[in-house]
C-alpha cells in the first residue's frame, strides 16, 4: 500500500498537509514524523510512498534522508528557497507558496510511476535458479529412469501436477524427488 510520510518543522503544517491529502481523496496511508530515522524506519516497511518534508528535519538534512530512502520512495522537498537541488529523478521541489492542487498533482505523479514499476514487476515472469533448475532437471531424470517417460513428458507432467496442485514447479519436483526416495 502507499504511503505519505509527513515531516514538517512545525506540527501544525505537518496537520495541515494531511488534511489536504486526504481531503483530495487519495487513498493513501498518512503518517506524521517527527525525525528522519523514523521516516526511514516506516518507509522500509512499506511497499511504495512519497515523503514530504522541508530541507532541513530535526536530525538530518532533505539529501541525507534521500540517500537512505528505499527506491521505491518519492520526495517531495517544500521550500521558500529556489536554489535547493533535487538531485535525482525521486525527488520533486515545490516552492512555497504553492497550490494544494499542486500538491496532490505530484504526490499523484510520484506514486503513479511507483505503481507502474510494481505491475511490471508483477507481470514479469519469475527467473529460476540454477539450483532450482537442478532440481527440477533432477525430477525429469528420475520420471524418464523410473516411469520410461521421454523428457517432454516429464516435464510437462511436472507442470500438469504444479498447475493442479497450485506449486511452484520446483516444488513439485521437490516433492517427486522426496516420494521416490523412500
Not at 496511508?29 to 517527527?34: E, V, Y
Not at 521421454?150 to 516420494?179: C, H, N
Amino acid at each position: 500500500m502507499g504511503a505519505v510520510l509527513i515531516a514538517m518543522p512545525k506540527s501544525e503544517d505537518s496537520l495541515r498537509i494531511e488534511g489536504l491529502v486526504q481531503g483530495y481523496g487519495l487513498m493513501l496511508d498518512t503518517k506524521i514524523c517527527g525525525t528522519g530515522a523514523e521516516i526511514l524506519r516506516i518507509a522500509n516497511d512499506r511497499d511504495f510512498g512519497v515523503v514530504i518534508c522541508t530541507k532541513r528535519l530535526r536530525d538530518m538534512s532533505y539529501s541525507e534522508l534521500g540517500e537512505y530512502l528505499p527506491e521505491t520512495f518519492g520526495m517531495i522537498v517544500m521550500t521558500k528557497d529556489a536554489s535547493v537541488e533535487t538531485f535525482t529523478d525521486r525527488m520533486v521541489k515545490l516552492i512555497l507558496p504553492m497550490k494544494s492542487s499542486e500538491l496532490a498533482s505530484t504526490i499523484d505523479m510520484l506514486l503513479s510511476g511507483y505503481m507502474r514499476q510494481r505491475k511490471k514487476k508483477r507481470k514479469a515472469p519469475r527467473v529460476k535458479s540454477e539450483a532450482e533448475k537442478q532440481t527440477i532437471d533432477q525430477a525429469k531424470l528420475l520420471l524418464m529412469e523410473r516411469n520410461g517417460m521421454s523428457e517432454p513428458e516429464a516435464f510437462r507432467y511436472i507442470q500438469k501436477i504444479s498447475m493442479d496442485t497450485g506449486r511452484r514447479a520446483v516444488e513439485t519436483a521437490e516433492m517427486i524427488l522426496i516420494s521416490y526416495d523412500t
